[in-house]
């Protein structure tokens, strides 16, 4: 259980140090697949989100 809660945060934690990457290197924004705008409701909702809507459920 702790296990479980403590690889989440770790997970958590690296998707907000690559979104600050990002954003220095100005991919931000950017989806990782295609390149295209990733939707800016998409990233309010979630920030460390590196893919858009249909990359996302492309590789689910
Ligand atoms: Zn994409």
């Known amino acids: 259980m ?3 809660q403590e690889r989440r945060r770790k997970v ?21 697949e295609c390149g295209d705008e990733i939707a800016e409701g998409r990233l309010r909702n979630n920030p460390t989100v590196v893919k858009c809507h249909e990359c996302a459920a492309g590789n689910t």
Not at 19 to 29: H, K, N, V
């Open 12 to 32: 958590e934690r690296a998707g907000i140090a690559a979104a600050l990457q990002r954003i220095e290197e100005g991919e931000f924004g950017y989806c990782i």
């Open 2 to 4: 702790a296990l479980a």
